[in-house]
């Protein structure tokens, strides 16, 4: 498979900073450009949010689908998707056509889910994007603060290890928390009282 230099990719665990790069180089265009979210994300109703502060108004998709009714009569040449996973639909099939037609695409995404199981559209993906194009961040694990790639799932202050539904967005309900992990903590029951951090930077990635 040809890797295609019009996909860019920004994939990690949550925390890392995906939104906050889409974000940036989304602000960094003029015109000719277009944001999409999955519905499913309540969090930031219609906003594309970074933890960092930073946010765009994005049109919200169910299906990526509908991602052409959006792109009929208007001069797009660059097309920005948050949260890639959430979407339904044959993802691969959409963005293949995509770039086809020659868009230039910008996709921030989780690349695993809370048990550590890979999506398997958003690996295809990762796999189309030349090695250049594709931005693997890291977070701060929430334990010790070194470079985490692992996200977990607490209900209840325990590790969600029962293979509860794949997708709960974080839009606030208290005993469902993520937590981002480094390898040695990521199968480690929260810590209580522990002492907060604060984060200022996710600015750990590598290609
Ligand atoms: N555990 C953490 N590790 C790294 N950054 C964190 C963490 N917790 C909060 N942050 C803050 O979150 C910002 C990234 O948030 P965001 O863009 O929403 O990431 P993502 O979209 O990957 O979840 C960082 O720049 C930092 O300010
Ligand atoms: C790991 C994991 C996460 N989610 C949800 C939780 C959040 O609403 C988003 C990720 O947001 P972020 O911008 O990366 O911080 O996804 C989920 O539904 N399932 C999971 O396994």
Redesign the pocket.
Known sequence: MKANSNLYLYY??????????LIEVYNSLKEKKIIFKPKIDTRGKNFV????G?KVEAIPLKNIKEVYKYLENIDIEDIFFDEMFMLEGDINIVIDDLLLKNYRLHI?SLEKNYLGNDFLEIKKLIKKSPEYNRHH?F????ICNMP?AWTVRLINNHLDNDKSPEIIVDDQEDQIIY??RCDEHRFTEKILNQEVKI?????IFYK
């Open positions: 990690g665990p949550m925390f890392s900073g995906k939104s906050k790069k949010i970074s933890r960092d930073g921030a961040l977070a701060r694990c929430h985490s937590e981002s984060y200022e930077d996710s600015e």
